[in-house]
């Protein structure tokens, strides 16, 4: 005949050793999880600058589909219908008077994309460390065009950050690394 003993839970030593089996687990995994971040950030930016480009394209078509051979204000056929173009028919801001300006590079990112990525102006590609806004973005003159860069988790001098080049004169857009400084 077989007796039970009466069950009395675990031993103080058998949870020390679930404890320390469980701890050894978590540092071996934690350097994994930590190594997804930068491939997390390079998805985010190389996906809001892809469908950029594709909304610059994309815009254009539509531009002449509408056969005007000239700038247009709030071309109807896209989005909302307030991105406005250049005379080459390549949008150019939802407030757009002829000249390219730092104000237009912000309306076209919200214009032209309907992105959770908040955008910021960076005077110069200048920037103050901050990494709560996302995309951070200027403008040149000459040939005009918007500067877009992906500060993710880095924005520190010397750091290669993605960047996004918007060319208003020919709808050109380029994707590459660039170095900038924090502003000191």
Not at 90 to 111: D, I, R
Request: with cysteine; aromatic share 10%; hydrophobic share 35%.
């Amino acid at each position: 005949m077989l007796v039970r003993r009466p069950s009395r839970g675990f031993t103080l030593i058998e949870l020390v050793a679930v404890i320390i089996v469980l701890a050894i687990l978590a540092v071996t995994a934690l350097p994994r999880l930590t190594s997804l971040t930068p491939e997390a950030h390079q998805a985010v930016y190389q996906t809001a600058f892809s469908d950029f480009r594709a909304a610059v394209k994309l815009y254009h078509s539509g531009w002449l589909t509408n056969g005007t051979q000239a700038a247009v204000t709030d071309l109807a056929s896209f989005g909302d219908g307030n991105v406005d173009s250049n005379e080459q028919g390549f949008p150019a801001g939802t407030n757009y008077n002829g000249t390219l300006t730092g104000t237009n590079c912000g309306e076209l990112w919200s214009g032209l994309l309907n992105s959770d990525l908040e955008t910021r102006t960076a005077s110069n590609g200048s920037f103050d460390g901050d990494t709560s806004t996302p995309i951070k973005y200027w403008y040149r003159s000459g040939p005009s065009a918007c500067y877009y860069i992906y500060v993710g988790e880095k924005n520190t001098t010397g750091v290669d950050l993605p960047t996004l080049t918007y060319t208003l004169e020919t709808g050109e857009t380029e994707i590459g690394m660039s170095s900038y400084s924090n502003g000191s």
